[in-house]
């Protein structure tokens, strides 16, 4: 890790020196366009990581509708206001987590509206969650198609993830 860090400073450097621009970011533009119904959360990750977004969907693995993402909270998914409306309350049945890494990199998912009845928290490092059918909020309701609001958090605030 140390010696790769390295060589790629040297390297950045040995441009430098020869006048010539770093490419900045192009590298990392993000690709447009998820597939749709061929999505699965791994792929959803790979196409939007480090777009600051926090994902959900009706599906195990991605799949089914897309609920919604956002960069944002929602305190009431049921709502007409914020990215979650109507009848995405207590549909989500996969998660993906895209968001940038530091301070509040991590999504706690709530049981009710208003960040109430217990939540569960899907971190950075973690990416995604492919199926709540096998999790529990921190109050041990069931996590699948009950979530109905959401914020980020850092990850020490969490006090159960889901897997
Ligand atoms: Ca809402
Ligand atoms: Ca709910």
Not at 33 to 39: D, L, N, S, V
Not at 84 to 108: E, I, K, M, P, Y
Request: with cysteine; hydrophobic share 35%.
């Amino acid at each position: 890790m140390f010696q790769h860090r390295t060589g790629v400073a040297a390297a950045a450097f040995g441009l430098a020196a020869l006048g010539l621009a770093l490419p900045g970011t192009a590298a990392q533009a993000a690709t447009a366009g998820t597939a749709g119904a061929q999505a699965t959360c791994s792929s959803v990750w790979t196409s939007h990581r480090g777009d600051g977004n926090v994902w959900a969907f009706s599906g195990s693995n991605c799949s089914g509708d897309e609920l919604g993402h956002t960069p944002s909270w929602d305190s009431n998914w049921s709502n007409s206001a914020g990215p979650f409306t109507g009848s995405d309350n207590d549909r989500a049945t996969s998660l993906v987590n895209t968001g940038t890494q530091g301070g509040r990199d991590t999504v706690a998912f709530y049981l009710g509206s208003g960040y109430e009845g217990g939540h569960g928290c899907v971190t950075f490092g973690e990416k995604y969650v492919t199926d709540l059918s096998d999790d529990t909020f921190t109050t041990g309701v069931a996590a699948n198609n009950a979530i109905s609001s959401h914020q980020w958090v850092t990850e020490n605030a969490c006090s159960k993830f889901f897997h």
